[in-house]
């Protein structure tokens, strides 16, 4: 029905002429009203309306700041090469809404670095309503308006085949793509590595890395650099062998090594939500002292942000010397650090940090420790072994003829009868904690030794997890030589599911070595499962930056307690001095 509603309203109200009289006061033209900042007005209408109808707020629109410091860092390092470009160069944004990134990164070039560039932008929104924003401005402003798309990224791009210079983004993250994930799974099954999907899906809870694989199928083999708004999940996500692990080492590691930097900022920042996000940056064409490294910039400190009257839930934004001095850090491209003062005392602060990509590559390796059964033969477990499948299965047949089948159960009968009467002479007996050695007694009761399926059987119904009793081989009546630790055995125990663990190991570190160090001495009759290593990579930005705060001195904490209890007895003195 659009704004005809509205409209109907206001005449039967007679608001209409002084509501649209109002309107002409007001100069919202291009010249006057960036679309920058008329998506601004956009998102802050977008957050009243949804509070006004107790609906959540979406994250509908990226903060002024963040957009500059973003396109700061994209092309910082470029201006040397754009100050003598002669040809076009590209901007793509898959998720543009308003158009605000597009506009900003062009201004800036325009403005900061050549203005004798021609720039083309592109762009593609799901939201009818901003892309109309954003076709509206590329229109005003006489540019090419086919070149802003509406539609979804993902599913239907309609750049398809494009590849652009410089891409920036705000991705929705956090939002389930559980309606896409039939076509995103069979494209990345379909085409592999030849897609944009082939490295791994992330979960199906959090899409954003979706959008950061499209933009890197749409980088130029001159060179290419993606600028693109995070929250922490991209980070650390998933298990090595995993969608996220996979995609972070596709993006990271050789051949591609496109990962420069990630820079951490503040919480408060946007208006829908008050999560602290990262700016990553990626190149395809790195620097020779940038290969295999990447720049880890940790700007959650007042000194890069300034309190501002809140808006939905931001509450701050970044300063312009805030912005200033992050790039300048970028650019140096070195470790920084800065003093910053709290409670009357200074103290250092870590702020960027460089590392070789394998710091953030590991290994998940797989720990066993041995099954240690010990045999203790009661008539609960006599009547458990009746009940087991396996030895139901005996006095069964699926043979069609009548008469065979009559034999065959006849024949199992008496098998079961065999099995009882063997386990039977143990019942009572003392506690056996050698599997060895109640197989042995159990081939002498029996007669014969039991085949791989009948020895499951009697472990799971007949045998107790004992940490005191001797390791279980898989075959009880061959037990190999065993010398040394089990850890060097050529043949290992069965392995107890239940004790299984696993060890990440940084890739830097030496395995073995390792797991002298830190497992053995906690688990002596550990042994690594080396066919079952998994490479995974991670990033976890905090630990990389984690402060140390001491500890409260206890004659303090005391202190504090003390005066907790004495004006604890001031009030209840006053609540009796009331009664």
Same mark, same amino acid.
């Given at each position: 029905?659009?704004?005809?509603?509205?409209?109907? @309203?206001?005449?039967?109200?007679? #608001?209409?002429?002084?509501?649209?009289?109002?309107?002409?006061?007001?100069?919202?033209?291009?010249?006057?009203?960036?679309?920058?900042?008329?998506?601004?007005?956009?998102?802050?209408?977008?957050?009243?309306?949804?509070?006004?109808?107790?609906?959540?707020?979406?994250?509908?629109?990226?903060?002024?700041?963040?957009?500059?410091?973003?396109?700061?860092?994209?092309?910082?390092?470029?201006?040397?090469?754009?100050?003598?470009?002669?040809?076009? =160069?590209?901007?793509?944004?898959?998720?543009?809404?308003?158009?605000?990134?597009?506009?900003?990164?062009?201004?800036?070039?325009?403005?900061?670095?050549?203005?004798?560039?021609?720039?083309?932008?592109?762009?593609?929104?799901?939201?009818?309503?901003?892309?109309?924003?954003?076709?509206?401005?590329?229109?005003?402003?006489?540019?090419?308006?086919?070149? =802003?798309?509406?539609?979804?990224?993902?599913?239907?791009?309609?750049?398809?085949?494009?590849?652009?210079?410089?891409?920036?983004?705000?991705?929705?993250?956090?939002?389930?793509?559980?309606?896409?994930?039939?076509?995103?799974?069979?494209?990345?099954?379909?085409?592999?590595?030849?897609?944009?999907?082939?490295?791994?899906?992330?979960?199906?809870?959090?899409?954003?890395?979706?959008?950061?694989?499209?933009?890197?199928?749409?980088?130029?083999?001159?060179?290419?650099?993606?600028?693109?708004?995070?929250?922490?999940?991209?980070?650390?996500?998933?298990?090595?062998?995993?969608?996220?692990?996979?995609?972070?080492?596709?993006?990271?590691?050789?051949?591609?090594?496109?990962? *420069?930097?990630?820079?951490?900022?503040?919480?408060?920042?946007?208006?829908?939500?008050? =999560?602290?996000?990262?700016?990553?940056?990626?190149?395809?064409?790195?620097?020779?002292?940038?290969?295999?490294?990447?720049? #880890?910039?940790?700007?959650?400190?007042?000194?890069?942000?300034?309190?501002?009257?809140?808006?939905?839930?931001?509450?701050?934004?970044?300063?312009?010397?805030?912005?200033?001095?992050?790039?300048?850090?970028?650019?140096?491209?070195?470790?920084?650090?800065?003093? &910053?003062?709290?409670?009357?005392?200074?103290?250092?602060?870590?702020?960027?940090?460089?590392? *070789?990509?394998?710091?953030?590559?590991?290994?998940?390796?797989?720990?066993?420790?041995?099954?240690?059964?010990?045999?203790? =033969?009661?008539?609960?477990?006599?009547?458990?072994?009746?009940?087991?499948?396996?030895?139901?299965?005996? %006095?069964?047949?699926?043979?069609?003829?009548?008469?065979?089948?009559?034999?065959?159960?006849?024949?199992?009968?008496?098998?079961?009868?065999?099995?009882?009467? %063997?386990?039977? @002479?143990?019942?009572?007996?003392?506690?056996? @904690?050698?599997? %060895?050695?109640?197989?042995?007694?159990?081939?002498?009761?029996?007669?014969?030794?039991?085949?791989?399926?009948?020895?499951?059987?009697?472990?799971?119904?007949?045998?107790?997890?004992?940490?005191?009793?001797?390791?279980?081989? %898989?075959?009880?009546?061959?037990?190999?030589?065993?010398?040394?630790? &089990?850890?060097?055995?050529?043949?290992?125990?069965?392995?107890?599911? *239940?004790?299984?663990?696993?060890?990440?190991?940084?890739?830097?570190?030496?395995?073995?070595?390792?797991?002298?160090?830190?497992?053995?001495?906690?688990?002596?009759?550990?042994?690594?499962?080396?066919?079952? *290593?998994?490479?995974?990579?991670?990033?976890?930005?905090?630990?990389?930056?984690?402060?140390?705060?001491?500890?409260?001195?206890?004659?303090?904490?005391?202190?504090?307690?003390?005066?907790?209890?004495?004006?604890?007895?001031?009030?209840?003195?006053?609540?009796?001095?009331?009664?």
């Amino acid at each position: 029905k659009g704004l005809s509603p509205i409209y109907e @309203t206001l005449l039967r109200k007679e #608001l209409l002429y002084i509501v649209t009289f109002e309107f002409t006061k007001l100069d919202i033209s291009p010249d006057t009203i960036s679309n920058h900042d008329m998506g601004t007005i956009f998102e802050i209408l977008i957050r009243k309306s949804k509070e006004a109808s107790n609906e959540k707020a979406g994250q509908f629109y990226t903060p002024r700041e963040i957009v500059r410091l973003m396109v700061n860092l994209v092309f910082a390092n470029e201006t040397d090469k754009l100050q003598k470009a002669g040809a076009g =160069i590209s901007i793509y944004d898959p998720c543009c809404g308003t158009g605000g990134m597009l506009t900003t990164a062009k201004d800036h070039l325009l403005e900061s670095v050549n203005p004798n560039l021609t720039v083309y932008t592109f762009g593609q929104e799901i939201n009818e309503q901003t892309y109309a924003i954003a076709k509206s401005d590329i229109l005003m402003k006489g540019e090419n308006a086919d070149n =802003i798309k509406q539609g979804n990224t993902i599913t239907k791009d309609k750049l398809i085949g494009k590849s652009f210079n410089y891409m920036l983004t705000n991705p929705p993250f956090g939002d389930d793509w559980k309606n896409i994930r039939e076509f995103v799974e069979n494209e990345a099954e379909d085409k592999g590595l030849g897609g944009r999907f082939g490295a791994g899906t992330p979960d199906v809870s959090d899409g954003s890395f979706l959008f950061l694989q499209h933009m890197i199928s749409k980088m130029n083999s001159q060179g290419s650099i993606i600028g693109i708004v995070f929250n922490g999940s991209p980070l650390f996500n998933g298990d090595a062998g995993g969608g996220w692990s996979n995609i972070r080492g596709w993006i990271m590691d050789e051949p591609h090594d496109l990962l *420069d930097c990630i820079v951490a900022m503040p919480k408060d920042l946007f208006y829908g939500t008050g =999560i602290g996000t990262y700016i990553w940056i990626l190149n395809n064409k790195k620097s020779t002292d940038r290969k295999n490294k990447v720049q #880890l910039i940790n700007a959650i400190h007042p000194r890069f942000t300034k309190k501002i009257k809140s808006l939905g839930k931001k509450q701050y934004e970044i300063s312009e010397d805030g912005i200033n001095l992050i790039t300048k850090i970028y650019k140096a491209y070195k470790d920084y650090s800065i003093e &910053v003062e709290k409670d009357g005392k200074n103290r250092t602060v870590e702020i960027s940090k460089i590392f *070789d990509v394998a710091d953030f590559k590991y290994t998940k390796v797989t720990v066993e420790r041995p099954l240690r059964l010990a045999y203790e =033969i009661t008539a609960e477990k006599i009547e458990a072994l009746k009940k087991h499948l396996k030895f139901i299965e005996f %006095a069964a047949s699926k043979k069609k003829d009548k008469a065979t089948a009559e034999i065959d159960i006849t024949k199992g009968k008496a098998t079961q009868s065999k099995i009882l009467n %063997a386990i039977e @002479t143990f019942e009572g007996k003392p506690r056996e @904690t050698s599997d %060895a050695n109640f197989f042995a007694a159990f081939e002498k009761a029996f007669g014969s030794q039991p085949n791989k399926a009948l020895l499951k059987m009697y472990r799971d119904v007949l045998g107790e997890k004992d940490e005191e009793a001797e390791v279980v081989f %898989a075959n009880p009546f061959n037990i190999p030589v065993q010398k040394g630790r &089990v850890c060097d055995w050529n043949e290992k125990p069965v392995q107890d599911t *239940d004790l299984r663990d696993s060890e990440s190991i940084k890739w830097k570190e030496n395995i073995d070595e390792y797991f002298e160090r830190e497992v053995l001495p906690f688990a002596p009759d550990a042994w690594m499962d080396r066919e079952k *290593d998994k490479i995974g990579y991670e990033i976890p930005f905090t630990k990389f930056f984690y402060e140390y705060k001491p500890l409260r001195d206890l004659a303090e904490i005391m202190q504090d307690i003390e005066a907790l209890e004495q004006e604890t007895e001031d009030l209840l003195s006053e609540i009796k001095e009331g009664f």
